[in-house]
């Protein structure tokens, strides 16, 4: 889920005052009387509502468990089996440890209900008195949030071997709207669920990922996947399946924007069944006509280069750190390693010097990865420092490791590979000094973080430099992108946006020398063209500014402004018929083109008084 901003747009978000937002408080466990000492455990009494709220949810038929779990002899049949796995932890699955900020949906159970189940085992597993037993929960088969509005198919299933490793699959799915439509929830059917391990989607506004499918409607296998972005549109929520997970729609004010031509990537994880299974899943779409008021945005904590694993290492560690530029809330928390990941912690230092625990993962186990959603927001308020402190374990001791023997390990999108990644959703607070969008002053404060940490990173300059640009921060943003450029010399996005930057600001010369240089490497980049025609124009240089808007149209002939900048040029050099024809082309293309209207307006009187 990397963000990389690919070119220069201003932002124009819209954008209200956010309160706290408020979160629906999510049913907790079922409090289990113990019963008093020496009694009996019984199933119907004691174990039922155990089974029920924390084992049913997988453990029934269509779901991931392997087998039900909701009467006495399913119970009484896997007796031994779910006392012992109930102690050591790894039923339910649920990785965080206990802490003062409390998960919704906690899925753990307490010391005292896992007694209890010992109990009942060694007393024999009796069943009890019927009376006593609590209605078993009811799960309804299909779409959990209703009917959807629309339900969207993957075009082509994939097939999953019957054996090997496991695999990560991603499907493109073409979103079905035609217009800008807001979602309430989007639930997530990933197919066969015994071999889906989980899913989540990222929205491709700009359908680059699909470039990666051999055919369309294929898909591509990959396990991380980078979204490019044309525009200032930060990723907002986290859309995440796991095996028991009950879909929710997203909290009120927070509605989700699909736009139209925007694709819809759904990133799998399977594990082979010891058959073939064909893997076709779907998304249900939840339309409200309610517009979001509230804008979320994720911040993405990461430190993949200093992972650098030798092989034996049982404690490498890799840290990152934060600090917030504004207030937060912070609603959900998602922490992301491979195989070698061992203990993976986040840590909030407020302004005060207090710390909280954001998440403490003291047996990290890829398979049960998830989003972590708080049960109340946390306010984290400027000034508070984010820390993750991750640790890996590269020894023959770690059972996951995929290398033996153990391999030097560095990042990488393989599953062999490693990854440390921290993100957050957070709803940050307008700020009352600033009129900017606070999520532009989070993604700014992030930028700066990621250019002091990887002073080497192309990107990091790269995006730092766009952001600075669009808040209008011209010459540090020029700055940025020199680094960028003296990065890759080559690099035509690079040279193109730098050039774009100088000429704004004024800088003709330097701006026609770095366009010039994005044109030499991509003869086809339409930007470059038309802003190197701007430059030469505004230097009076009609002929060659000509000569790059026409190529400019070549490419893209249907952009109203490279017609009515062309017009203007040909009208210079005192061409009045033909500068005529593309003021009208442009109006055609945009009736509303201010400079195309009073061109023409001007044409005709000229035209009418030739001798002024
Ligand atoms: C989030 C879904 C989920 C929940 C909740 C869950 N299970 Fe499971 N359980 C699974 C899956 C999936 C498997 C298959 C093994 C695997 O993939 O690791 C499994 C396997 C098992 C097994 C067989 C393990 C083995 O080694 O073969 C037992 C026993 C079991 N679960 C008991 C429980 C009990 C008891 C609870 C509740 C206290 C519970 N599970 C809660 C998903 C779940």
Not at 77 to 95: D, E, G, K, V, Y
Not at 362 to 375: H, I, T
Request: aromatic fraction near 8%; charged fraction near 20%; include cysteine.
């Amino acid at each position: 889920m990397t963000l990389s901003c690919r070119s220069v747009v201003a932002c124009l978000l819209g954008f209200s005052s956010i309160a706290g937002a408020v979160l629906a408080q999510q049913g907790g466990a079922t409090a289990q009387p113990s019963p008093p000492g020496g009694q009996q455990v019984t199933f119907n009494r004691d174990i039922a509502p155990i089974l029920f709220h924390y084992c049913a949810p997988c453990h029934h038929s269509g779901e991931a468990g392997p087998f039900p779990l909701l009467t006495y002899a399913d119970a009484k049949a896997r007796a031994r089996q779910i006392a012992a796995i109930t102690s050591t932890r790894f039923m339910p699955p649920w990785l965080p440890e206990p802490q003062e900020l409390r998960f919704a949906d906690e899925l753990r159970l307490s010391a005292e209900q896992i007694a209890l189940i010992q109990k009942w085992v060694e007393q024999e597993a009796v069943e009890g008195a019927a009376a006593d037993l609590p209605p078993a929960p009811q799960f309804v088969p299909g779409w959990q949030l209703g009917q959807p509005d629309k339900i969207i198919e993957v075009e082509k299933p994939y097939t999953l071997a019957a054996g090997g490793s496991d695999m990560y699959w991603n499907f493109v799915f073409r979103t079905p709207v035609d217009r800008t439509r807001w979602l309430k929830a989007i639930e997530i059917r990933p197919g066969e669920k015994r071999v889906v391990h989980h899913a989540n989607i990222l929205v491709d506004r700009s359908q680059s990922a699909r470039r990666q499918e051999s055919q369309p409607g294929t898909g591509f296998a990959g396990m991380e996947l980078k979204i490019e972005s044309e525009t200032f549109d930060p990723d907002s929520h986290f859309l995440f399946w796991k095996p028991g997970t009950v879909p929710k729609p997203e909290p009120e004010g927070m509605s989700l924007r699909l736009d139209k031509d925007t694709d819809l990537i759904l990133n799998i994880h399977l594990q082979p069944s010891g058959k073939p299974e064909k893997i076709q899943p779907s998304l249900g779409l939840y339309f409200t006509d309610k517009p979001a008021t509230l804008f979320p945005m994720l911040l993405q904590l990461e430190n993949d280069r200093q992972l650098d694993i030798p092989p034996g290492e049982k404690r490498f560690l890799v840290t990152d750190e934060f600090t917030l530029p504004v207030d937060v809330d912070l609603l959900a928390i998602y922490p992301h390693a491979h195989y070698l990941g061992k203990d993976l912690q986040a840590l909030a230092t407020l302004p005060d010097g207090s710390t909280k625990t954001l998440i403490h993962i003291s047996q990290w186990d890829l398979n049960w990865q998830a989003v972590y959603r708080y049960a109340a927001p946390v306010s984290l308020p400027k000034g508070t420092t984010i820390s993750m402190r991750y640790t890996y374990d590269n020894s023959s001791e770690n059972p996951v490791n995929p290398n033996d023997p153990p391999r030097r390990v560095v990042s990488g999108n393989r599953s062999s590979d490693e990854m440390a990644h921290l993100w957050l959703q957070v709803l940050p607070h307008a700020s009352a000094d600033s009129a900017f969008d606070p999520r532009m002053l989070l993604q700014e404060a992030m930028a700066r973080h990621n250019v002091g940490k990887n002073p080497a990173d192309f990107e990091a300059h790269y995006n730092f430099a766009a952001i600075l640009q669009a808040r209008g921060v011209s010459a540090e943003a020029i700055q940025q992108f020199e680094f960028a450029v003296r990065l890759r010399p080559q690099d035509a996005t690079a040279n193109n946006a730098l050039g774009a930057a100088l000429l704004a600001a004024g800088r003709i010369d330097d701006a026609i020398s770095h366009l010039t240089a994005a044109l030499e490497t991509q003869p086809d980049n339409f930007d470059a063209h038309y802003n190197l025609a701007n430059a030469l124009a505004s230097e009076d240089k009609f002929l060659e500014a000509i000569e790059h808007y026409r190529a400019a149209i070549r490419l893209h002939p249907d952009d109203a402004n490279t017609e009515a900048n062309l017009g203007s040029a040909l009208a210079e050099t005192g061409k009045l018929s033909e500068a005529k024809q593309h003021f009208e082309r442009a109006l055609r293309i945009d009736p509303h083109h201010k400079l195309a209207r009073e061109n023409l307006e001007q044409i005709a009187r000229d035209l009418k008084n030739p001798q002024e």
